[in-house]
């Protein structure tokens, strides 16, 4: 396995020694996240292109070399990862685009993307000896990290704000997690996450400030740069809220670079609702910070006044030559049922918003043009928030168990 040789501040570019720090940078507190660098020299002779091809561990672990391993936990048997890729022609014909491809990563065992970062996360923390994991979330986080933890055998403290979706809290109560719904937005469930934690030393999921649960995330990014044979896309779209999704896929996409398995970084496009968009206000800005403020939007998952890894998301996108884009509601709600009725992939909300901002990009003049190989990521299953589903689609039709109530119901085609 290729070791971790260092950390790196992403803001003042300091080196740490893998267990000198934990989480962020003393230097620059909270706001200074930390990249995790290996060895890549070593690391480049143990992933190879003919070792993946031969490589039947279809999960996110086929990844090991590029990934802080500690043990082989129970939890890694849940089988996380390798998430269908789709191809749309036709989709892609109406978009104007050459090629698009849907990464659907609702299809993981709790039903996001986010468990790629809790199975690092329950796997590090058996790893430091640790017994309790906490985190705050607007769901999903907290949802895969009680899933990953239960099978782990450690007991998990979820803070979620309380307005958070009932599907997503019943998860977290089915894996025995303890449940703290947070009289607060999101920015306040972190608040008291993060005190919890330093005062009862916990082992901390958020990660936005845990350096080590990008690695996981970021095998999407290598997930697909593999299943296109290495042809990486042009753009990549994928939404944002704390900032960590966009920033896990620069970092899989570099590391791969690094290794010399692929040759370039696909631009990134990080899509935030109209109504919480202070990294798409900073980037469209050019503003060195990214200012905190209210947030507002039916996309609970991305609902995030206060992005955490802010530092992070900017690089990512600016680094990659990208951009971003702002959607609102309504269009959230519309990508939901398009992307459903053209590939059968059922998003919720945030896990919809990076297609959303493609169908905006694309429909508004936004820099595509017909030779550009796409990429979404649809971060979340629909099934985590029933309700908007049905903003989305409304209600269904009421007859009677005769066929004559069916007359003048039907649609005719």
Not at 176 to 189: I, T
Not at 264 to 291: N, S
Not at 298 to 317: C, E, F, T, Y
Request: hydrophobic share 40%; net charge positive; proline share 4%.
């Amino acid at each position: 396995m290729a070791k971790v040789t260092s950390l790196r501040c992403v803001l003042c570019g300091r080196l740490f020694e893998p267990g000198e720090v934990e989480y962020t940078c003393t230097s620059c507190g909270m706001d200074g996240t930390l990249d995790i660098l290996y060895d890549y020299q070593r690391a480049k002779k143990e992933l190879t292109r003919d070792g993946l091809a031969r490589n039947a561990n279809f999960s996110m672990w086929r990844y090991s070399p590029l990934m802080p391993v500690t043990v082989d936990s129970r939890a890694r048997h849940l089988r996380c990862g390798w998430s269908p890729l789709y191809r749309l022609p036709e989709l892609a014909s109406e978009l104007g685009v050459r090629a698009l491809f849907i990464k659907d990563d609702g299809r993981n065992p709790t039903g996001s993307m986010k468990d790629r970062a809790s199975a690092v996360a329950v796997d590090r923390a058996l790893g430091l000896g640790k017994r309790i994991v906490a985190c705050s979330s607007t769901g999903n986080a907290a949802s895969s990290l009680s899933g990953f933890a239960a099978v782990g055998g450690l007991q998990t403290y979820i803070f979620v704000p309380h307005t958070a979706p009932e599907a997503k809290v019943t998860q977290l109560l089915i894996y025995g997690s303890y449940v703290l719904l947070v009289r607060g937005d999101y920015a306040e469930a972190f608040d008291l996450s993060t005190r919890a934690i330093e005062r009862h030393g916990w082992y901390n999921r958020n990660c936005a400030i845990n350096p080590y649960l990008l690695e996981g995330k970021k095998t999407v990014a290598m997930e697909i740069a593999e299943q296109l044979q290495w042809n990486v896309p042009d753009y990549v779209f994928i939404s944002v809220g704390d900032g960590c999704c966009v920033s896990s896929l620069y970092k899989g996409f570099s590391d791969l670079v690094e290794v010399g398995l692929i040759e370039r970084i696909p631009r990134l496009v990080g899509v935030q609702a109209e109504g919480c968009q202070p990294i798409h206000r900073a980037i469209q800005e050019r503003a060195d910070r990214v200012t905190f403020g209210p947030a507002e939007t039916l996309a609970d998952s991305i609902d995030v006044g206060a992005p955490r890894n802010w530092a992070k998301a900017l690089r990512a996108i600016r680094r990659s030559g990208g951009t971003t884009v702002a959607v609102t509601d309504e269009e959230i709600l519309n990508a939901m049922r398009l992307l459903a009725r053209k590939s059968g992939v059922f998003g919720e909300p945030a896990g919809v918003t990076g297609f959303a901002g493609l169908v905006k990009m694309a429909t508004q003049g936004g820099g595509l043009s017909s030779s550009d190989r796409v990429a979404v990521v649809v971060t979340g299953n629909g099934l985590k928030d029933i309700v908007s589903a049905r903003k989305a689609v409304g209600r269904p039709l009421v007859v009677e168990p005769n066929i004559e109530s069916l007359a003048g119901k039907l649609p005719v085609y």
